[in-house]
């Protein structure tokens, strides 16, 4: 049965209908300009202001209805990878909520939680002695209520129950299809108003942060720098990005401030692991998000931070209708649809 996976930004709203499994066929994809510039509503107007575009979208495009499947933007979540003893899964059940409360800073009257086994041992490789000092990590993620419940609204006010909903970088993450042999992995989502960050490693998410500024910050930089208005600035941003031969090079020298900020940041979470997690060297950055398109990027980041950059390719097991661009935006609804249901 054809799903709908959909990706609220705060600069477009992605979406795209296909039938879903490791392999989704893509029968369409859809972007459209968020106007009102927010992904997580904090009020009723913007509530019916968002509902009302996500569900035009949604019949005006008929995209299919009865399977839709959302992400939840970092910037709502709370992440984190414990380690804790070996649990069966009805003790971790028992004890996941006050592990919660250690680790995940909500208050437990308002914490929606979800948490995921990322490794556990094997029982074959455990006898009664070391099981006591077998150690297991479970990924815990959670957010407030409120916000999660005025998230759905803008869907179950039209009568849309969705499916289930993610975080956006664990929909990245599966997108990728990292596994245990490939080398420990810094994977960096460039969004409008977001980067977010996240290191893999032996398959597994070792730690997820988000960083503010990203996209929009550069047009309006941009803007401000060269003298442009607000669409001149996000379609000189576009067509010539770190480009130092086009338009005399004042694109490039505009944004290159930003850009040596983002460096920075991505080298202080480098740094971070290094000193968490000596064993594991990260050898590569994988980039997606639509911002992770612009042009000279990949370029001036190995140079800068010496290390293989590689873009995204969330569309590399697909079939069907696949789009011919921007498709870097897409990977978190790509990462959705190839969810077991």
Same mark, same amino acid.
């Given at each position: 049965m054809p799903a709908t996976a959909i990706d609220i930004g705060t600069y477009a709203i992605k979406a795209i209908a296909a039938d879903p499994d490791g392999t989704p066929n893509i029968l369409r994809t859809i972007e459209i300009p968020n106007n009102f510039g927010v992904a997580m509503p904090t009020d009723d107007l913007q509530t019916e202001q968002l509902s009302e575009l996500i569900n035009n979208t949604i019949f005006e495009n008929k995209l299919p209805h009865t399977d839709i499947r959302l992400s939840l933007p970092e910037t709502a979540v709370s992440t984190k990878v414990i380690t804790i003893p070996f649990l069966t899964d009805a003790e971790l059940a028992s004890a996941i909520g006050w592990q919660a409360e250690q680790h995940i800073p909500i208050p437990k009257e308002e914490l929606s939680l979800q948490y995921k086994v990322l490794y556990r041992p094997p029982k074959s490789s455990l006898s009664q002695k070391n099981n006591e000092q077998a150690q297991m990590r479970v990924l815990l993620t959670g957010t407030r209520k409120p916000l999660v419940e005025r998230y759905l609204a803008l869907f179950t006010n039209?009568?849309?129950?969705?499916?289930?909903?993610?975080?956006?970088? +664990?929909?990245? +993450?599966?997108?990728l299809g990292i596994d245990q042999q490939e080398p420990a992995t810094m994977v960096i989502n460039l969004g409008a108003t977001n980067m977010d960050i996240m290191v893999v490693a032996n398959g597994e998410i070792q730690f997820v942060f988000t960083h503010k500024g990203v996209g929009n910050l550069l047009t309006n930089t941009l803007q401000q720098t060269v003298g442009l208005d607000l669409q001149q600035a996000e379609q000189y941003k576009r067509a010539y990005g770190l480009n130092a031969d086009q338009f005399e090079g004042k694109v490039?020298?505009?944004?290159? %401030?930003?850009?040596?900020?983002?460096?920075?940041?991505?080298?202080?979470?480098?740094?971070?692991?290094?000193?968490?997690? %000596?064993?594991? /060297?990260?050898? =590569?950055?994988? +980039? /997606?998000?639509?911002s992770a398109q612009l042009p000279g990027l990949v370029e001036h980041l190995t140079s800068t931070l010496n290390l293989e950059i590689l873009l995204a390719a %969330?569309?590399? /097991?697909?079939?069907?209708?696949? %789009? /011919?661009?921007?498709?870097?935006?897409?990977?978190?609804?790509?990462?959705?649809?190839? =969810?077991?249901?």
């Open positions: 039209a009568g849309i129950e969705p499916s289930f909903l993610e975080t956006q970088m +664990l929909s990245v +993450l599966r997108s490039k020298n505009a944004l290159l %401030p930003t850009i040596n900020n983002l460096a920075g940041e991505i080298q202080k979470a480098l740094r971070y692991f290094a000193d968490q997690a %000596p064993q594991n /060297t990260i050898q =590569r950055l994988v +980039l /997606t998000g639509g %969330p569309f590399a /097991t697909a079939t069907g209708e696949i %789009p /011919t661009q921007n498709q870097l935006a897409f990977s978190v609804c790509m990462g959705l649809l190839m =969810r077991e249901a």
